[in-house]
C-alpha cells in the first residue's frame, strides 16, 4: 500500500513538474524564436526612427511610428479602464453586497463581454464610426481598445475585492465610514495590489491586439500628433511586414515582434514590483 | 455629526465623551434589545430576543458556538447589513436611537460603538494611520489634535511605548496580540462609549489575552462593554452581568454569581458542568 502511494506520488509529481516547466519553456521558444529571427534587424533605428520611403521593400527607418501609437492607444485604453473599472467593481463589491442576483447577472454579462473576440469589438467599433461619419483615428483605438480590456479590468479587480476578508468591511464600517468612504479608503487600498495588475493585464492585451485597432486606428508612417489622425500600432507592423516577400522586411517584423514581448515583458515585471510594493500594508 | 469635544485651554485633548449629555442618565440601559428576530432563510437564528444592557459594566454573552451570540452582536451596530441572507425584525436602542429603524445617519449610531473582532482587522494602512482614520472620519483634520490623540488611544491600550518609533510601518507588521490592541485603540478613537468584543481574545496567546481583559477591566470604567465569549472561566473573571444563550434564545441573565452559582435552568447547569 506505501509502496503503491509512493509510486503514485512520483508519477504526480512528475506530471506537475512536466505542466509547469513545459509552459516556461514555450514562452522560452517563442522568445528565443522572435530574437533570433528578428536579431538581424534590432538596432536603435528601428526604435528611433519612423519608416522612411521604401521601408516596406527594405528601404530605411524603424516602427517608432507603430510604437509611439500602440502605447497611446494602450495608455489611452487604459486610463479609460481604470475610470471606469475600478468604480465598477467597488460598486459590485460594496454596494451590490445584499443583491446577489444583480451582482452575478453583472458578472456573466462581463465575462461575456471579456470573452467576444476583438475582431468583434472591431467591427462594432467600425460600424460606430460609419455612423459618425469618423475616419479611422487615435480616438477611436482608444475607445474601442478601452471597451476591449475594461471587462478585464473590473472582473479581474473584482475577483481580488472578493477576496478580501468581511471582518475588514466590519471594521471599516464600524469605525463610522459610510459605503463609499470603506470603498475608497479601506477596500481599495487592499485590493490596489490586485488593481494593479488587472490594470496591467488590460494594458498588455490592448498593446498586444490587432483585431480591433485594424479598421478603427488604421495604420500611417506618421505619428500622431492629435487624437483625429490615424495611429500605427505594432501588431499591424507586424502583420503587414510577415507578410512581405522580401526577407529584410520579414526579420522587420520579428524585430518588431521582439520590441512588443519586451515591452509586455516590462509591463509584467513592473506589475509585479508594484504589487508587491503596495501588498506590505495588507492583511491577509 | 455628533459633536466632538472641544479641547480645552492649553491642551490637545479631544476629552471624553462621557462629558457629553448624549450618554444619558447613569441608571439608565445603554442599549436595549426589543423583541429582535433574525432569519437566515428558514433558519430561526434570533429568537424574540430582549434584553437591556447596563451601562459602564461588562455584560458578557455567553453560550455555545453558534448559539446566534455573534449576530446578537453585529445586529447592535446593524452590521447584518452586510449578510445578504439576514432578515432582521425588532428594535434596538442605542442610547434613544433604534439603529435598526434609524432615521438617522448610521455612521454616526455605529460610532458610539467600538468593535473588536475575533481576529485583528487591522486597515491596510500604517499605524499611525489606522488610528487616525476614525478620528478624520469624525472631521477632524488638525494635526496635532490627530497626533495627540492617536498617542493617547495607544497609550490607553498599553501599545504606545511599543510602537512609538514605527508609527509609519504598516500595522499588519505588528504582532497579533498588538494587532488586536491597535484595533482596540483605533475603535476608542472614535470615542464611543460601548465596546463590542466578539471573542477578541480568541486568535490571541494567552499573555495577550491577559492584556486584552485587563484592559477591559480598566476600560469598564468609561466604557460599557458587551463581550462575547464561549470561554466560562473568561466570563467568570470578567462579567458584571452574564447572558446566558442557547440555540438563538436567552435561557438566563443575571449577575455572574447567581448564574454560575445558582443556575436555575438545566442548560446552563449543563453548561457549567461542562465548561468546568
Request: proline letters at 5%.
Given at each position: 500500500?506505501r509502496?503503491?502511494?509512493?509510486?503514485?506520488?512520483?508519477?504526480?509529481?512528475?506530471?506537475l513538474?512536466?505542466?509547469?516547466?513545459?509552459l516556461i519553456?514555450?514562452?522560452?521558444?517563442i522568445?528565443?524564436?522572435?530574437f533570433?529571427?528578428?536579431?538581424?534587424?534590432?538596432?536603435?533605428?528601428?526604435?528611433?526612427?519612423?519608416?522612411?520611403?521604401?521601408?516596406?521593400?527594405?528601404?530605411?527607418?524603424?516602427v517608432l511610428?507603430?510604437?509611439?501609437?500602440s502605447l497611446?492607444?494602450?495608455?489611452g485604453?487604459s486610463?479609460i479602464?481604470?475610470?471606469?473599472?475600478?468604480?465598477?467593481?467597488?460598486?459590485?463589491n460594496?454596494h451590490?453586497?445584499?443583491?446577489?442576483?444583480?451582482?452575478?447577472?453583472?458578472?456573466?454579462?462581463?465575462?461575456?463581454?471579456?470573452?467576444?473576440?476583438?475582431?468583434?469589438?472591431?467591427a462594432?467599433?467600425?460600424?460606430?464610426?460609419?455612423?459618425?461619419?469618423?475616419?479611422?483615428?487615435?480616438i477611436?483605438?482608444?475607445?474601442?481598445v478601452a471597451?476591449l480590456i475594461?471587462p478585464?479590468?473590473?472582473?479581474?479587480?473584482?475577483?481580488?475585492?472578493?477576496?478580501?476578508p468581511?471582518?475588514?468591511?466590519?471594521?471599516?464600517l464600524?469605525?463610522?465610514?459610510?459605503?463609499?468612504?470603506?470603498a475608497?479608503?479601506?477596500?481599495?487600498k487592499?485590493?490596489?495590489?490586485?488593481?494593479i495588475?488587472?490594470v496591467?493585464?488590460g494594458?498588455?492585451?490592448?498593446i498586444?491586439?490587432?483585431?480591433s485597432?485594424?479598421?478603427?486606428?488604421?495604420?500611417?508612417?506618421?505619428?500622431?500628433?492629435?487624437?483625429?489622425?490615424?495611429?500605427?500600432?505594432?501588431?499591424?507592423?507586424i502583420?503587414?511586414?510577415?507578410?512581405?516577400?522580401?526577407?529584410?522586411?520579414?526579420?522587420?517584423?520579428?524585430?518588431?515582434?521582439?520590441?512588443?514581448?519586451?515591452?509586455?515583458?516590462?509591463?509584467?515585471l513592473?506589475?509585479?514590483?508594484l504589487s508587491?510594493?503596495?501588498?506590505?500594508?495588507?492583511?491577509? | 455629526?455628533?459633536?466632538?469635544?472641544?479641547?480645552?485651554?492649553?491642551?490637545?485633548?479631544?476629552g471624553h465623551?462621557?462629558?457629553?449629555?448624549?450618554?444619558?442618565n447613569?441608571?439608565?440601559?445603554v442599549?436595549r434589545?426589543?423583541?429582535?428576530?433574525?432569519?437566515?432563510?428558514?433558519?430561526?437564528?434570533?429568537?424574540?430576543?430582549n434584553?437591556?444592557?447596563?451601562?459602564?459594566?461588562?455584560?458578557?454573552?455567553?453560550?455555545?458556538?453558534?448559539?446566534?451570540?455573534?449576530?446578537?452582536?453585529?445586529?447592535m451596530?446593524?452590521?447584518?447589513?452586510?449578510?445578504?441572507?439576514?432578515k432582521?425584525?425588532g428594535s434596538i436602542?442605542?442610547?434613544?436611537?433604534?439603529?435598526?429603524?434609524?432615521?438617522?445617519?448610521?455612521?454616526e449610531?455605529?460610532?458610539?460603538?467600538?468593535?473588536?473582532s475575533?481576529?485583528?482587522f487591522p486597515?491596510?494602512?500604517s499605524i499611525?494611520r489606522?488610528?487616525?482614520?476614525?478620528i478624520?472620519?469624525?472631521?477632524?483634520?488638525?494635526?496635532?489634535?490627530?497626533?495627540?490623540?492617536?498617542?493617547?488611544?495607544?497609550?490607553?491600550?498599553?501599545?504606545?511605548?511599543?510602537?512609538?518609533?514605527?508609527?509609519n510601518?504598516?500595522a499588519?507588521s505588528?504582532?497579533?496580540?498588538?494587532?488586536?490592541?491597535?484595533?482596540?485603540?483605533?475603535g476608542?478613537?472614535?470615542?464611543?462609549?460601548?465596546?463590542?468584543?466578539?471573542?477578541?481574545t480568541?486568535a490571541l496567546?494567552?499573555?495577550?489575552?491577559k492584556?486584552i481583559?485587563?484592559l477591559?477591566?480598566e476600560?469598564?470604567?468609561?466604557?460599557?462593554?458587551?463581550?462575547?465569549t464561549?470561554?466560562?472561566r473568561?466570563?467568570?473573571?470578567?462579567?458584571?452581568?452574564?447572558?446566558?444563550?442557547?440555540?438563538?434564545?436567552?435561557?438566563?441573565?443575571g449577575?455572574?454569581?447567581?448564574l454560575?452559582?445558582?443556575?436555575?435552568?438545566?442548560?446552563?447547569?449543563?453548561?457549567?458542568?461542562?465548561g468546568n
Amino acid at each position: 500500500m506505501r509502496k503503491r502511494k509512493q509510486i503514485e506520488e512520483a508519477i504526480f509529481m512528475f506530471l506537475l513538474r512536466v505542466s509547469t516547466y513545459s509552459l516556461i519553456a514555450i514562452l522560452a521558444f517563442i522568445i528565443v524564436i522572435i530574437f533570433v529571427k528578428g536579431f538581424g534587424a534590432l538596432n536603435p533605428d528601428m526604435v528611433l526612427k519612423t519608416p522612411k520611403g521604401g521601408f516596406y521593400y527594405g528601404g530605411e527607418g524603424g516602427v517608432l511610428n507603430a510604437i509611439v501609437g500602440s502605447l497611446y492607444i494602450a495608455v489611452g485604453a487604459s486610463v479609460i479602464a481604470i475610470v471606469l473599472g475600478a468604480p465598477a467593481a467597488l460598486y459590485i463589491n460594496v454596494h451590490l453586497v445584499r443583491h446577489k442576483r444583480t451582482r452575478n447577472v453583472i458578472r456573466y454579462l462581463l465575462d461575456a463581454l471579456w470573452g467576444i473576440p476583438s475582431i468583434v469589438y472591431g467591427a462594432f467599433g467600425f460600424t460606430l464610426m460609419l455612423f459618425l461619419g469618423m475616419n479611422a483615428s487615435l480616438i477611436a483605438g482608444i475607445v474601442v481598445v478601452a471597451l476591449l480590456i475594461t471587462p478585464i479590468v473590473v472582473r479581474t479587480f473584482d475577483e481580488v475585492l472578493s477576496t478580501i476578508p468581511i471582518g475588514l468591511h466590519e471594521a471599516s464600517l464600524a469605525l463610522g465610514s459610510t459605503n463609499t468612504e470603506m470603498a475608497f479608503k479601506v477596500l481599495f487600498k487592499q485590493g490596489l495590489p490586485g488593481f494593479i495588475t488587472a490594470v496591467l493585464l488590460g494594458f498588455g492585451r490592448g498593446i498586444g491586439d490587432a483585431a480591433s485597432v485594424l479598421f478603427t486606428a488604421g495604420y500611417t508612417d506618421l505619428i500622431p500628433t492629435a487624437l483625429d489622425e490615424p495611429a500605427a500600432t505594432l501588431p499591424l507592423a507586424i502583420f503587414f511586414q510577415l507578410g512581405s516577400p522580401i526577407p529584410e522586411v520579414r526579420e522587420r517584423a520579428f524585430a518588431a515582434a521582439a520590441i512588443l514581448t519586451i515591452i509586455i515583458l516590462i509591463i509584467s515585471l513592473s506589475a509585479r514590483i508594484l504589487s508587491k510594493r503596495y501588498s506590505r500594508s495588507n492583511i491577509r | 455629526m455628533i459633536p466632538y469635544i472641544i479641547p480645552s485651554e492649553g491642551t490637545n485633548d479631544l476629552g471624553h465623551d462621557s462629558d457629553l449629555s448624549l450618554r444619558g442618565n447613569g441608571s439608565q440601559p445603554v442599549v436595549r434589545v426589543k423583541n429582535l428576530n433574525v432569519f437566515a432563510g428558514e433558519h430561526h437564528i434570533l429568537k424574540n430576543i430582549n434584553l437591556e444592557i447596563p451601562r459602564n459594566k461588562i455584560t458578557v454573552l455567553l453560550g455555545p458556538s453558534g448559539c446566534g451570540k455573534t449576530t446578537l452582536l453585529k445586529c447592535m451596530n446593524k452590521l447584518t447589513d452586510l449578510y445578504k441572507e439576514l432578515k432582521v425584525s425588532g428594535s434596538i436602542y442605542i442610547d434613544d436611537d433604534d439603529i435598526l429603524n434609524a432615521q438617522g445617519y448610521i455612521p454616526e449610531i455605529r460610532q458610539r460603538m467600538g468593535l473588536l473582532s475575533q481576529r485583528p482587522f487591522p486597515l491596510p494602512m500604517s499605524i499611525f494611520r489606522n488610528v487616525s482614520y476614525g478620528i478624520k472620519l469624525k472631521g477632524i483634520s488638525d494635526k496635532k489634535l490627530i497626533a495627540h490623540n492617536v498617542e493617547k488611544y495607544l497609550r490607553e491600550v498599553g501599545l504606545w511605548e511599543e510602537v512609538k518609533d514605527r508609527l509609519n510601518q504598516p500595522a499588519t507588521s505588528l504582532s497579533i496580540g498588538q494587532q488586536q490592541r491597535l484595533c482596540l485603540a483605533r475603535g476608542l478613537a472614535v470615542k464611543p462609549h460601548i465596546i463590542l468584543a466578539d471573542e477578541p481574545t480568541s486568535a490571541l496567546d494567552p499573555i495577550s489575552s491577559k492584556i486584552i481583559e485587563n484592559l477591559f477591566k480598566e476600560l469598564k470604567k468609561n466604557y460599557t462593554i458587551i463581550l462575547v465569549t464561549h470561554v466560562l472561566r473568561q466570563a467568570v473573571r470578567l462579567a458584571d452581568n452574564v447572558v446566558f444563550m442557547y440555540y438563538g434564545e436567552i435561557i438566563e441573565q443575571g449577575p455572574p454569581e447567581r448564574l454560575f452559582n445558582e443556575p436555575a435552568t438545566e442548560k446552563l447547569k449543563e453548561y457549567i458542568y461542562e465548561g468546568n
